[in-house]
Each structure stands twice: as C-alpha cells, then as structure tokens.
C-alpha cells in the first residue's frame, strides 16, 4: 500500500518545509508516501474562481490511478481526533488500496474532483493557509502510524 498527497502550490517558508520534511523522513518508516506539488494556477483581479478550479482539477486528476482512493481535505469534510483518524487510516491499509489525500488551491475543488473522491475529511473547523496544511496533515498521518503501532508519540 501507498499514500500519496497531491497538493496545489508549492510550499515557500522555510520553517514549513523543515516540518513536512521532518514528518515525511517519520513516515518512511511506516509506508510508502510521496507527496506531490502542482503548479497553482495564477490568477489575476479578473480571474474566474471556477476556471481556476477546473484547471487545478486536470492536474489533480492526472496525478491519480484509477484504482487509488481519494480523500479530499476539505472544510466540510467529516472531522477525526487523532486517535479515530488512526482507526480510518487501519481501515483504509486493511482494504489493502493506494490512498490519495488532496489539498485543493485556494477556491477549493472543482466539481469532477469531488466526484473523483470516495470522501472527504477536515482537519479543523479553523481555516489554515494551505501551506499550513501539509505540515499538519503529515504530522497527523505520522502521529496515527505511531498510535496504531502502540509507540509514545501520542499520549493517550
């Protein structure tokens, strides 16, 4: 099995880019993960929102296998602690399926992404930069790998 995380825009601060790299040399040890960044499409004052989105949602989609469960974060998406997320993630290696997480650009999704996408689900009611995301959901999935081999990462 294999995670992959596609996200729009590529991270540009130096303290955000240490955490995901400090996470993602954690997860190695658990599973297969690549995290893969497409180009965020410049918009301009007269940019349509929904153009944006769709074309976002071409590169998103080519970066996808047919056979890959997609899991979209998405602020209306079901919200875990980090003990039940641990649990979704067991279910998810149990089927024995590729898992995709996505983060969309800053208008969200367009439409045929969601439809692509088995579920979503929300890191927080708060709304954080999407740059912020990929630490926190890297800390997230290294933190349930550690829950469901019983290490002391996370203190129950």
Do not use: C, W
């Not at 996505?102 to 890191?123: D, E």
């Amino acid at each position: 099995m294999k995670i992959k995380l596609i996200a729009v825009g590529k991270t540009d601060e130096p303290y955000l880019i240490e955490g995901i790299e400090k996470y993602l040399n954690r997860l190695k040890h658990y599973i297969s993960f690549e995290l893969i960044v497409i180009n965020d499409v410049k918009a301009s004052k007269k940019s349509n929102p929904e153009l944006q989105k769709e074309q976002e949602a071409i590169q998103i989609l080519s970066k996808i296998n047919v056979t890959d469960v997609v899991i979209l974060l998405d602020e209306n998406g079901k919200e875990f602690n980090s003990v039940e997320f641990s649990g979704f993630i067991q279910k998810k290696l149990n089927a024995g399926t590729d898992l995709v997480f996505v983060i969309g650009g800053p208008f969200g999704f367009a439409k045929i992404v969601y439809q692509r996408a088995s579920s979503k689900i929300a890191l927080s009611q708060l709304t954080f930069s999407h740059q912020m995301v990929r630490l926190f959901f890297v800390e997230q999935l290294y933190r349930a790998f550690t829950i469901l081999k019983g290490e002391k990462y996370h203190h129950l």
